[in-house]
Each structure stands twice: as C-alpha cells, then as structure tokens.
C-alpha cells in the first residue's frame, strides 16, 4: 500500500545519493539529493488552535524537516521543509510581512531553493481548503498563488514522481 511513509522511504533509498532528475522530459544540469532530519522527529505537536493534517503529521513522524531533490552544489533546485520550530517561525515571519494576504490557518513548512517561494499547508480544520498545500509566490497576490495539492500526502507523492518538477506550474 502507497503511503506517506512509504514514498518518504523510496525517496530517501533512491535519491539518497545526488543524481541527475528529468523534468519535462529534459534531463536537467546539475544533481539533486533528498535529506531527511532522522533526529528529534515531533511527536504530538500542536499550533495554538490550528490542526496539523494528518498527512502533514505523518511527514513530521518520519523526519523533523528534509531537503527533498536539492541542489547542493549550487543551490538552485529543491524544496527545504523546515523542522516543526522552524516552520512556526517562518509563520510567524509571514504573519508579519503579509498582512494583507494571510488567512487563520495558514502555516508555512518550507521554501524553495533558488527563489522567494514558500510552501503553505492550510491548518483551519473549519475552512474548506484544510489541508490543501499552496505555493505562495513573494510578489503576487493570494488569487495568484498556485494550489499545488489538495492534501500533503498528494504533493509530496506529486512532487516525488516529478523528481523535484514543479507540477503546480505546468498543470495550472
């Protein structure tokens, strides 16, 4: 059975090491790498009134942050996902400069690499986006952001088949 676990443990066997992705069908220039924090993995965790999606929970089960398909000779490719702290803070950041685009439950867990994009889980159990997985683009508005996946566990599966290709942009 496919689940978050699962996919996290092929991602983790078979892009472990750096190697060359095809995006598009295009063979890309450098090599990409998938990292996972092993150590103080969360249990429990919990946001001021917000709810954590299951598949959201499940990934933080498994590893407390990752660097999933990163280019680590450049730093021009990948999706860092912050460890749970980090994610409150880079929340609360948001929060901050924002203000004006922001919704109750929303919760930022990472960025990519190479540009200003944030990757947004929505947290508001009441809303009918919970859990929907949105990339939050620095300079456009919110109508523009792009919904990447309608639960964590879709876009990491996604986001892994695409071998780190932002599918977001090509399917909207």
């Not at 999706?79 to 803070?89: K, Q, R, S, T």
Request: with cysteine; net charge negative; aromatic share 16%.
């Amino acid at each position: 059975m496919i689940n978050m676990k699962s996919v996290l443990k092929k991602m983790e066997s078979e892009w472990g090491e750096e190697r060359i992705a095809v995006h598009n069908g295009q063979r890309i220039p450098f090599l990409l790498k998938c990292s996972f924090n092993s150590k103080n993995r969360v249990e429990g965790i919990g946001l001021n009134g917000f709810s954590i999606p299951q598949e959201l929970f499940e990934f933080y089960e498994f590893s407390n942050g990752a660097e999933l398909f990163a280019d680590h000779k450049y730093g021009q490719w990948g999706l860092h996902i912050y460890d749970f702290e980090g994610a409150v803070n880079a929340t609360k950041t948001y929060m901050e400069g924002r203000e004006s685009e922001i919704l109750y439950g929303d919760f930022i867990i990472g960025n990519f690499l190479g540009d200003s994009d944030l990757l947004l889980v929505r947290c508001d159990k009441e809303s009918d986006d919970f859990g929907f997985v949105v990339v939050v683009n620095a300079i456009d508005y919110r109508s523009d952001w792009y919904l990447a996946a309608k639960n964590f566990f879709e876009f990491i599966l996604n986001y892994s088949q695409e071998q780190g290709g932002k599918f977001w942009e090509i399917s909207n």
